[in-house]
Nanobody, 119 residues
Framework: QVQVVESGGGLVQPGGSLNLSCAVS????????MYWFHQAPGHERELAAR???????????SVKGRFTISRDNTRDVTKRMLYLQMNSLKPEDSGVYYC?????????WGQGIQVTVSS
């Protein structure tokens, strides 16, 4: 079973930056995809960024040009790190950010981490 744990959230002023981390561990497959989702208060969860197994990256329209998804380059299939560098933050970026791991056997979500963008 795969475990997913996010960290790095908090309070930041508009225009500021945060870097979220996601620790994925357990019996991962070498072929997998990883995601960051954002859920603003009163809204549905939506894709912030995705990185496929082959390194292909996709961003949600609201974060393009401001957020950067990345992962470590380890070949270790028992532990992997995923990151989301968030720059030029806006109040509408506030909410809970979820990390997600998907392979052919599992679809695991983290518990989420709160990000608040406010002056």
């Amino acid at each position: 079973q795969v475990q997913v744990v996010e960290s790095g959230g908090g309070l930041v002023q508009p225009g500021g930056s945060l870097n979220l981390s996601c620790a994925v561990s357990g019996s991962m497959l070498s072929f997998h995809h990883m995601y960051w989702f954002h859920q603003a208060p009163g809204h549905e969860r939506e894709l912030a960024a995705r990185i496929r197994n082959d390194g292909d990256i996709l961003y949600g329209n609201s974060v393009k040009g401001r957020f950067t998804i990345s992962r470590d380059n380890t070949r270790d299939v028992t532990k992997r790190m995923l990151y989301l560098q968030m720059n030029s933050l806006k109040p509408e970026d506030s909410g809970v950010y979820y990390c997600r791991y998907v392979d052919s056997r599992e679809d695991r979500w983290g518990q989420g981490i709160q990000v608040t963008v406010s002056s």
